[in-house]
């Protein structure tokens, strides 16, 4: 089911037999001794298979360096399309 909302977005609910595609952009930041964020630098943006509800994060990381840092990493969703 799909609605129009405020801001022209289709919203569409996404039943655990679809699957998304999700572009996501991974970030690397850097905190000051109150755990704020300073600085960020973008590390990659691509597009991932999430598949009932699986965890994005968890798709990305199969994309990353094996000694990035989980501390110092962070991923958002950019865009995502159903199937």
Same mark, same amino acid.
């Given at each position: ?6 801001s @022209? !977005? $289709?919203? %569409? ?7 998304r595609q999700?572009?996501v ?14 600085? @960020? !630098? $973008?590390? %990659?943006?691509?597009w ?8 994005i ?13 989980p ?13």
């Amino acid at each position: 089911m799909g609605y129009i909302n405020p801001s @022209s !977005k $289709l919203i %569409i609910s996404n039943p655990d037999n679809m699957n998304r595609q999700v572009k996501v952009a991974v970030f690397e930041v850097s905190r000051n001794e109150d755990n704020k964020i300073v600085s @960020s !630098k $973008l590390v %990659i943006e691509l597009w991932v298979e999430q598949k009932n509800g699986s965890s994005i994060e968890l798709a990305v990381a199969k994309h990353l360096d094996k000694d990035f840092d989980p501390e110092t990493t962070i991923v958002r969703e950019i865009y995502s399309v159903n199937f």
